[in-house]
C-alpha cells in the first residue's frame, strides 16, 4: 500500500521560514506529479505547488517568489521550502499524488504575527 508521509511543518514568525519534507513508500511506479496543498481553518483545501517527473513546476499566485518545490528526481520524495512566511500561510499542508488520488496525513504550519 502507498503512503505519503509528511513531516518539518511548526511554529514560525512572520518572515520565517520552513522546510517540508514527503515521503512515499510502497510505491511501485513513480508518480507522474507530486504536490502540496493545503486547508486553512474555515476554507477548502487548495494547491500550493505541484512538480511533475519532468521538472515542470506550478504555483499558486500566492507563494510565487517565495515557495519552491522540488523533487528527488524519481518521485519519491517531494518538498517545499518556504520563505517569508505569512499569517495567512497558516495552514494544514498535505503532500499527494493528485493523479493518483494518494494523500498524506498533513502537517501543521503556523505562522505568527
Known amino acids: 500500500q502507498v503512503q505519503l508521509v509528511e513531516s518539518g511543518g511548526g511554529l514560525v514568525q512572520a518572515g520565517g521560514s520552513l522546510r517540508l519534507s514527503c515521503k512515499a513508500s510502497?510505491?511501485?511506479?513513480?508518480?507522474?506529479?507530486m504536490g502540496w496543498y493545503r486547508r486553512s481553518p474555515g476554507k477548502q483545501r487548495d494547491m500550493v505547488a505541484t512538480?511533475?517527473?519532468?521538472?515542470?513546476?506550478n504555483y499558486t499566485d500566492s507563494v510565487k517568489g517565495r515557495f519552491t518545490i522540488s523533487g528527488d528526481g524519481v518521485m519519491n520524495a517531494v518538498y517545499l521550502q518556504m520563505n517569508g512566511l505569512k499569517p495567512e500561510d497558516t495552514a494544514v499542508y498535505y503532500c499527494?499524488?493528485?493523479?493518483?488520488?494518494?494523500w498524506g496525513r498533513g502537517t501543521q504550519v503556523t505562522v505568527s504575527s
Open positions: 499527494a499524488a493528485p493523479r493518483s488520488n494518494i
Open positions: 510502497g510505491n511501485r511506479h513513480p508518480f507522474y506529479i
Open positions: 512538480i511533475t517527473r519532468v521538472g515542470v513546476t
